[in-house]
């Protein structure tokens, strides 16, 4: 944590700080308070940057090797999401591999291909900053970044930033209403655009639909997947699936394309069911006091969204031994449908909230 | 729900609970690959692999489900239209072995008896830490009309056998079902709406697409 602290201080140094100068604030508090606090100074210093917003999430040697593009940044930036060990390892390697050049202008900008901040997964969160917030495991990873954040300012006048950015598409470039127009810093920005493409062929036909979401499909893995398809805002995606399962050519089963649209199709029940609480919620029977009063809830669901550990689950937990809580549930096609027999019920039925 | 007809061709989904050697098969299998240090599945999800079967060419489409355990949806939505399954277990862990179970029972639910399937005891490089029983897990087998097989992808055992095996089931399958189309006729075709649409001349083809239309809504 002092590392932290202390490359945060060295970050911001030459900006003056009120609180912690102010005596009657608590230590903890304010060195959270502080860091919190520089670490969205050094967002907004990012933000500054404008339209740079997706090369500086992406996380990049895009500004290194200037000449690749898209595909270059699809590589590097599967490693924000590797496990920080694994990070602070490539970059030390990535060091290495440049110092070499030590007097070269490059080196400048391979500490600021490091610096930016990926938003890690929730596990990465130790330092006690808020989620969000972007943060690392190792103290010493994190002065690197952030000083290097702060040199991001050096780089505001270099043009080869600027040149590299004409090769990249943003929400405004690609006309998206203001609406689905991302404010935040996106990571997997280039996936988010490709999948949000799909929407812009809605007259198209399956096969380039398709094609909108393998182009998307460079990052295979499930989370960010999950992430891709959330931060795309797409309306109807359901029903656009719906449509493609439907009419789409029914080889793509053998397939890369089926296998990323099963991908998508996937993310969408995820996002559903992003609420764990969802399917045990649904379910709620009650009888208070001695009444024969008992309010059921019907739950519907559908056997091919559903996996049959589910099913059984919630057999287990609401209908075994069948009828004997007053309960009674039929299975068709359609989903489960559940009734009462409020004469036969024998023992009360509680709701299950979960854990 | 349109059905794939395309011939030899057939999809594959490998199954099982995580860090069983899902991966490593399947790139030991297609690539010749191994690598001891891979953790959990970041890219290589799908992979084709054609292979020549008494003188019949055959692709098969292999559906990784890497990673993807830990999120409950993820069946269906990957082994619907599958030809065959390979369920994986690691001979070292007991759980993984009960997990296998589960799916063999998820699988004969949803899909019935269409599908081959194969069960793989993998890892058995380290015999020496064995907790499955391999006279137990090759009974078990026997009783849901799965193969077993003894797997290693770090000593390339077995794997090979098992596919090569899973695609004569495959395409035993597929002769079967081709042999029953032109007997069963129109209804039992009914939802493979493709089908209809090329074989049959547009009178029936009317009748039958009241049925389609029903069959898929």
Redesign the interface.
């Known amino acids: 944590m002092s590392l932290l602290e202390r490359a945060i201080d060295l970050a911001i140094s030459g900006t003056t700080d009120t609180d912690s100068n102010h005596p009657a604030v608590p230590q903890v508090w304010k060195t959270g308070h502080k860091s919190i606090k520089q670490v969205y100074k050094l967002q907004s210093k990012i933000l500054d940057l404008g339209g740079s917003k997706d090369q500086v999430t992406q996380g990049t040697f895009v500004c290194v090797r200037e000449d690749k593009e898209s595909s270059q940044s699809s590589v590097t930036t599967?490693q924000s999401f590797?496990s920080p060990l694994l990070a602070a390892k490539s970059s030390v390697s990535q060091k290495n591999q440049m110092s070499h050049q030590e007097n070269s202008p490059t080196l400048k900008k391979v500490e600021v291909s490091e610096g930016p901040p990926s938003y890690p997964r929730s596990q990465n969160c130790t330092c006690g900053l808020p989620a969000g917030v972007p943060v690392h495991d190792s103290g010493v990873l994190t002065c690197s970044k952030i000083t290097s954040a702060s040199q991001y300012e050096d780089q505001k006048n270099s043009p080869k930033i600027y040149t590299n950015l004409a090769t990249h598409h943003t929400d405004g470039s690609l006309a998206s209403s203001p609406e689905y127009q991302d404010d935040g810093m996106a990571p997997y920005y280039a996936a988010v655009e490709c999948m949000k493409s799909i929407k812009r062929l809605t007259q198209s036909s399956p096969a380039r639909k398709i094609h909108a979401i393998v182009s998307a499909a460079q990052y295979?893995?499930?989370d960010v997947w999950v992430y891709v398809v959330l931060k795309s805002k797409l309306q109807k995606l359901a029903s656009t699936i719906a449509y493609l399962?439907?009419y789409s050519n029914?080889?793509?089963?053998?397939?890369?394309a089926?296998?990323?649209m099963?991908s998508v199709?996937?993310c969408i029940?995820?996002a559903v069911?992003l609420d764990p609480t969802r399917f045990y919620r649904t379910v709620c029977c009650t009888n208070i006091g001695q009444s024969k009063k008992v309010k059921v809830s019907v739950i519907k669901v559908k056997?091919?969204?559903?996996?049959?550990?589910?099913i059984e689950m919630l057999e287990q937990v609401f209908l075994c031994p069948e009828n004997e809580n007053g309960l009674s549930c039929t299975r068709t096609n359609y989903g489960i449908a559940m009734d009462t027999q409020c004469g036969s019920r024998q023992r009360p039925v509680h709701s299950h909230p979960s854990t | 729900m349109a059905t794939a007809s395309r011939k030899n061709q057939f999809k594959v989904v490998l199954l099982g609970e995580g860090c069983v050697g899902k991966t490593s098969l399947m790139l030991r299998y297609v690539q010749d690959k191994f690598n001891d240090k891979h953790l959990t599945t970041l890219q290589a999800s799908f992979l084709n692999k054609r292979l020549n079967l008494d003188g019949q060419r055959v692709n098969i489409a292999i559906w990784d489900t890497a990673g993807q355990e830990r999120f409950h949806a993820l069946g269906p939505i990957y082994y619907r239209d599958s030809n065959g399954a390979i369920l994986v277990y690691d001979i070292t862990d007991e759980d993984s072995f009960c997990k296998v179970k589960n799916w063999v029972k998820e699988l004969k639910k949803m899909l019935g008896e269409d599908i081959a399937l194969c069960i793989a005891g993998n890892k058995i490089d380290l015999e020496k830490d064995r907790h499955v029983d391999a006279s137990e897990a090759e009974a078990y087998a026997k009783t849901v009309g799965a193969k077993h097989f003894h797997t290693s992808a770090k000593l390339n055992k077995g794997i090979e056998e098992m596919f090569f095996e899973l695609s004569k089931k495959m395409l035993e399958r597929q002769e079967k079902n081709d042999a029953k189309v032109p007997r069963d006729g129109m209804v039992e075709r009914g939802t493979n709406r493709r089908k209809n649409v090329v074989i049959v001349d547009e009178q029936p083809q009317r009748q039958g697409g009241g049925g389609c239309c029903g069959g898929g809504s």
């Open positions: 599967r590797t295979e893995f499930m399962r439907q029914p080889n793509l089963a053998f397939s890369e089926g296998y990323y099963a199709e996937f029940c995820e069911a056997p091919e969204n559903t996996s049959l550990a589910q």
